[in-house]
Protein backbone atom coordinates (compact mmCIF):
# COMPACT_ATOMS: atom_id res chain seq x y z
CA UNK A 1 0.00 0.00 0.00
CA UNK A 2 2.63 2.57 0.82
CA UNK A 3 4.25 1.74 -2.22
CA UNK A 4 1.59 2.47 -4.51
CA UNK A 5 1.05 5.66 -2.85
CA UNK A 6 4.84 6.43 -3.35
CA UNK A 7 3.82 5.65 -7.00
CA UNK A 8 1.26 7.61 -7.21
CA UNK A 9 2.55 10.57 -5.54
CA UNK A 10 5.74 10.51 -8.22
CA UNK A 11 3.55 10.19 -11.07
CA UNK A 12 1.09 13.11 -9.80
CA UNK A 13 4.60 15.00 -9.45
CA UNK A 14 5.81 13.63 -13.07
CA UNK A 15 2.46 14.13 -14.69
CA UNK A 16 2.30 17.87 -13.44
CA UNK A 17 5.49 19.17 -14.03
CA UNK A 18 6.02 17.86 -17.02
CA UNK A 19 2.50 18.65 -18.60
CA UNK A 20 3.34 22.29 -17.07
CA UNK A 21 6.11 22.50 -19.28
CA UNK A 22 4.84 20.78 -22.38
CA UNK A 23 1.47 23.46 -22.31
CA UNK A 24 3.83 26.59 -21.05
CA UNK A 25 5.79 25.76 -24.76
CA UNK A 26 2.45 24.83 -26.26
CA UNK A 27 0.22 27.87 -24.83
CA UNK A 28 2.65 30.27 -22.89
CA UNK A 29 2.85 31.60 -19.79
CA UNK A 30 -0.75 31.50 -18.58
CA UNK A 31 -1.36 28.09 -19.32
CA UNK A 32 1.56 27.03 -18.00
CA UNK A 33 1.10 28.55 -14.71
CA UNK A 34 -3.12 27.70 -15.31
CA UNK A 35 -1.81 23.88 -15.25
CA UNK A 36 0.95 23.88 -12.80
CA UNK A 37 -1.97 25.76 -10.24
CA UNK A 38 -4.39 22.52 -11.18
CA UNK A 39 -1.89 20.50 -10.09
CA UNK A 40 -1.26 21.52 -7.04
CA UNK A 41 -4.43 21.85 -5.99
CA UNK A 42 -5.26 18.20 -7.40
CA UNK A 43 -2.42 17.03 -5.16
CA UNK A 44 -4.10 18.53 -2.23
CA UNK A 45 -6.84 17.28 -2.89
CA UNK A 46 -5.57 14.15 -3.08
CA UNK A 47 -3.60 14.79 0.48
CA UNK A 48 -6.74 15.53 2.20
CA UNK A 49 -8.80 12.84 0.95
CA UNK A 50 -5.79 10.28 1.89
CA UNK A 51 -6.33 11.87 5.69
CA UNK A 52 -9.92 11.69 5.75
CA UNK A 53 -9.59 7.91 4.69
CA UNK A 54 -7.34 7.25 7.44
CA UNK A 55 -8.75 9.25 9.95
CA UNK A 56 -12.27 7.16 8.96
CA UNK A 57 -11.40 4.15 11.92
CA UNK A 58 -9.45 6.54 14.26
CA UNK A 59 -11.45 8.23 17.57
CA UNK A 60 -9.51 11.38 18.50
CA UNK A 61 -10.17 14.97 17.82
CA UNK A 62 -7.94 14.63 14.15
CA UNK A 63 -11.06 13.12 12.98
CA UNK A 64 -13.18 16.06 13.73
CA UNK A 65 -10.62 18.25 12.35
CA UNK A 66 -10.25 16.35 9.08
CA UNK A 67 -13.75 16.25 8.97
CA UNK A 68 -14.52 20.13 8.82
CA UNK A 69 -11.03 20.53 6.46
CA UNK A 70 -13.64 17.79 4.16
CA UNK A 71 -16.07 20.17 3.82
CA UNK A 72 -14.25 23.54 3.18
CA UNK A 73 -11.85 21.34 0.55
CA UNK A 74 -14.35 22.14 -2.41
CA UNK A 75 -15.12 25.78 -0.83
CA UNK A 76 -11.34 26.33 -0.92
CA UNK A 77 -11.26 25.06 -4.07
CA UNK A 78 -14.22 26.64 -5.85
CA UNK A 79 -12.11 30.03 -4.30
CA UNK A 80 -9.31 29.33 -5.85
CA UNK A 81 -10.83 29.04 -9.13
CA UNK A 82 -12.94 32.43 -8.67
CA UNK A 83 -9.55 33.84 -7.77
CA UNK A 84 -8.16 32.90 -10.91
CA UNK A 85 -11.01 33.63 -12.96
CA UNK A 86 -11.72 36.72 -12.22
CA UNK A 87 -8.29 38.29 -11.41
CA UNK A 88 -5.56 37.51 -13.07
CA UNK A 89 -4.93 36.51 -16.63
CA UNK A 90 -4.13 32.55 -15.79
CA UNK A 91 -5.76 30.03 -18.16
CA UNK A 92 -8.62 28.73 -15.94
CA UNK A 93 -9.01 25.79 -18.43
CA UNK A 94 -5.41 24.88 -18.21
CA UNK A 95 -6.36 24.80 -14.26
CA UNK A 96 -9.33 22.65 -14.84
CA UNK A 97 -6.90 20.48 -16.83
CA UNK A 98 -4.76 20.20 -13.98
CA UNK A 99 -7.25 19.32 -11.42
CA UNK A 100 -7.58 15.82 -13.33
CA UNK A 101 -3.78 15.14 -12.39
CA UNK A 102 -4.53 13.05 -9.41
CA UNK A 103 -7.31 10.91 -11.55
CA UNK A 104 -4.08 10.03 -14.43
CA UNK A 105 -1.58 9.18 -11.52
CA UNK A 106 -4.52 6.92 -9.92
CA UNK A 107 -5.25 5.36 -13.05
CA UNK A 108 -1.63 4.71 -14.27
CA UNK A 109 -0.69 2.99 -10.95
CA UNK A 110 -3.69 0.51 -11.91
CA UNK A 111 -2.44 0.00 -14.92
CA UNK A 112 0.99 -0.47 -13.41
CA UNK A 113 -0.48 -2.83 -10.71
CA UNK A 114 -2.60 -5.16 -13.70
CA UNK A 115 0.31 -5.25 -15.32
CA UNK A 116 2.70 -6.54 -12.38
CA UNK A 117 -0.25 -8.42 -10.56
CA UNK A 118 0.84 -11.34 -12.76
CA UNK A 119 4.14 -11.89 -12.09
Not at 61 to 75: D, E, F, K
Not at 98 to 105: L, N
Amino acid sequence: MERALERIWKAMFAIGAGGAIVVWAWRGWEWGVGFLLGSAASALNFRWIKQMVEALGVESPTRQRVAVLAGLRYLILAAGGYAILNYSSISIAAALAGIFVSVAAVILEIVFELIYART
